[in-house]
Every structure is written in structure tokens, then in C-alpha cells.
């Protein structure tokens, strides 16, 4: 399985911008960029995918690379709600499980 | 149902005792996971039934542990003979079926925390 990494922590003030990066070098040409986040004390939630080119949703915006080996998640304000472990996952129409990484914890400061 | 449901949300078992926990996916998801997450620790994955299919079973780790899917819907994961290393939340996720999960991911319920006393 393709792998992922990413920063174990990231701070962020509220309502400012967040950046948080993904290295997937090994990833393949069928692989889709999934990000989830997992709030305390409940179930991971899906928050956006990508493939190619960048995305934007309701939730946040996905940034990828040209070579694709690395992408970005863009929370653009942060709220103390957005105080999560963020996981960036390559899935592929194979399917089966997603493996998780450590993902990055992010901590707003208010 | 309208989102991944698991029971019970809370559980507490003494050692050496069988405990079962319950997951119901999303209606018309054919994929259905179990992870772990011990306390502060990522996901494990630990079982995926995918349809009629022979379950991936990979991620199972020890032979106390086992998971039926009955009629393509409600999945049970079993505990025998629990350990206190047991103590942990269990997830289940369910997604649609092959081509159409990396468009749509998965669904997590909320989880079932297992406490072995």
C-alpha cells in the first residue's frame, strides 16, 4: 500500500487559514487523496478527495501537486471545532481497507 | 438508517469473558470495516466484508477474534475469552461498493468502547 506522511501536530489560530501537508510519493496513478478527521471522542469523518486536480467543498479546499506526489488540505478560517486529527489516505478503485497513518493533530488556539 | 449505527456505545467486560459488539451500516453499502483504536493510538484495521465475498481477514489479531456479516447487512464482532490489551474503541465503517467508494469514502459510526476489567 502506498504510504502517506504528515506532521504529527500543527497549531492555528482561530480564523486564520490552515495548511496542513501530505507527502505521498509512492503514490500510484489510480490513487485517490482522501482526507478525514477525527474529532475527540468520535468515529473519523470524510472531509474531501481528489484525484487530480484541486477541490473545494462546503468543508475545505485540496490542493495537489502537479506530479501529485504531495498535497494540501486548506481549512481557510479556523474555529475551535476544527481541533481534530486530520488523516491523509490514498485509496484506489481496488478498494478494501484504508490504512491510517498517525495523521496530524491540529490544535486551535482561540 | 441514515448514518452507521454500533452497540452498544459502552462496554465493560471482566477478563476471560465473551463479548459481542454490534455495527449496522448504511442501507445499501456493501462494504463494511472494523478498526481498533486503543487510548491515544491511530486505527487499526481489522476485518472487511465486501458483498458476498470472502472476508479480508488480515487484520485480525489473534484467532479470540472473529466477525460475521449476516444477509449483507449487520455485522457482529466477537471477543472470546477477553483480555485487558482488548480494552479499546472499536469502529465500524461502511462504504458503497467497489468504483464508487473512492468517490463517496466511508462512514464511520460512533463507536464502541470496550473496557475489560
Known amino acids: 500500500d502506498a504510504k502517506t506522511t504528515q506532521p504529527n501536530s500543527m497549531e492555528s489560530n482561530e480564523e486564520e487559514p490552515v495548511h496542513l501537508p501530505c507527502n505521498h510519493s509512492?503514490?500510484?496513478?489510480?490513487?485517490?487523496i482522501h482526507w478525514y478527521r477525527q474529532l475527540p471522542s468520535q468515529g473519523p469523518e470524510y472531509v474531501i478527495h481528489?484525484?487530480?486536480s484541486n477541490v473545494n467543498n462546503r468543508m475545505a479546499s485540496l490542493a495537489i501537486a502537479e506530479d501529485r506526489k504531495s498535497s494540501t488540505l486548506i481549512l481557510h478560517r479556523a474555529t475551535l471545532r476544527d481541533a481534530a486529527v486530520y488523516y491523509c489516505?490514498?485509496?484506489?478503485?481496488?478498494?478494501?481497507?484504508?490504512?491510517f497513518g498517525q495523521g496530524t493533530e491540529l490544535s486551535v488556539k482561540p | 438508517g441514515a448514518g452507521v449505527s454500533q452497540s452498544p456505545s459502552n462496554k465493560v467486560t471482566e477478563k476471560g469473558k465473551d463479548v459481542e459488539l454490534r455495527c449496522d451500516p448504511i442501507?445499501?453499502?456493501?462494504?463494511l470495516y472494523w478498526y481498533r483504536q486503543s487510548l491515544g493510538q491511530g486505527l487499526e484495521f481489522l476485518i472487511y466484508?465486501?458483498?458476498?465475498?470472502?472476508?479480508?481477514k488480515s487484520g485480525l489479531p489473534s484467532d479470540r477474534f472473529s466477525a460475521e456479516r449476516t444477509g449483507g447487512s449487520v455485522s457482529t464482532l466477537t471477543i472470546q475469552r477477553t483480555q485487558q490489551e482488548d480494552s479499546a474503541v472499536y469502529l465500524c465503517?461502511?462504504?458503497?461498493?467497489?468504483?464508487?467508494?473512492?468517490?463517496?469514502?466511508?462512514?464511520f459510526g460512533s463507536g464502541t468502547r470496550l473496557t475489560v476489567v
Open positions: 465503517a461502511s462504504s458503497l461498493g467497489p468504483g464508487r467508494w473512492v468517490v463517496y469514502g466511508y462512514t
Open positions: 509512492t503514490i500510484s496513478g489510480t490513487d485517490y
Open positions: 481528489g484525484l487530480t
Open positions: 489516505i490514498l485509496m484506489n478503485n481496488q478498494g478494501g481497507k484504508l490504512i
Open positions: 442501507s445499501g453499502h456493501t462494504a
Open positions: 466484508f465486501q458483498g458476498n465475498s470472502a472476508p479480508d
